[in-house]
């Protein structure tokens, strides 16, 4: 039965002037100021920009409420120029179970929810071969917010500048376990340029929370036989919970 709701039925038998630079104008000579007339009061200063470390330090005190304006408004990178819809994540805000993607492709991208479509189907099929469904015990979020255009990878500080809120959602959340999907988000949450193929069937650790790794719901679609693969990570992964839970 568990297999059937993966649709694995038929595959289990399956990141001085230089020279050269423009002069810059001569600055011009100050008016006389009329004897006994008070100086004219010092402009006020410039606010600084704010320091990435700030605005990570920011989005680390806020609430659901507060986290989700701040995506669904964020310009911190230029996918905000190319996006339909930022792709916040979906699910229970209390959730054991996290699972996080690499980055919305043009259907969650239009829809403004992640993992929907084929793989999101396929997705909801594997979480019910385990009794588990979105929205139940289960919270669903990619790395980042906004679809990179022509779904390439994401870009170094485009993860830098979308990761705080990633964080946030885990503060928010406290699941028991991380569940990476696919290559890119297994490899950005670990930093490592390890395969797959190493990470399966090893338990790390991501701020603090265990973090378990398989494949993309996408990419199981091209490549039937790896869901027997992902079938043995996920009771991997309902290993790992049941363990941490005895404790």
Known sequence: MMLEEMELGPVWRLRTRRAGLAQAPETAPALARPAGEAPAPAAPPVAPLVAEEDRAGHIA??????????VAGCTACGLCKTRRNTVFGVGDEQAQWLLVGEAPGAEEDARGEPFVGQAGRLLDNMLAAIDLARGAGVYIANVLKCRPPGNRNPEPGEVARCSPHLHRQIALIRP????????FAAQTLLDTDASIAALRGRTFEYRGVPLVVTYHPAYLLRNL???A???EDLLF???VLRGISLQ
């Open 176 to 183: 028991k376990l991380v569940v990476a999907m696919g290559r």
């Open 61 to 70: 005190r806020m609430d659901w409420s507060g986290l989700k304006q701040a």
């Open 225 to 227: 036989p790896d869901k």
């Open 237 to 239: 992964a309902r290993g």
């Open 229 to 231: 693969k992902a079938w």
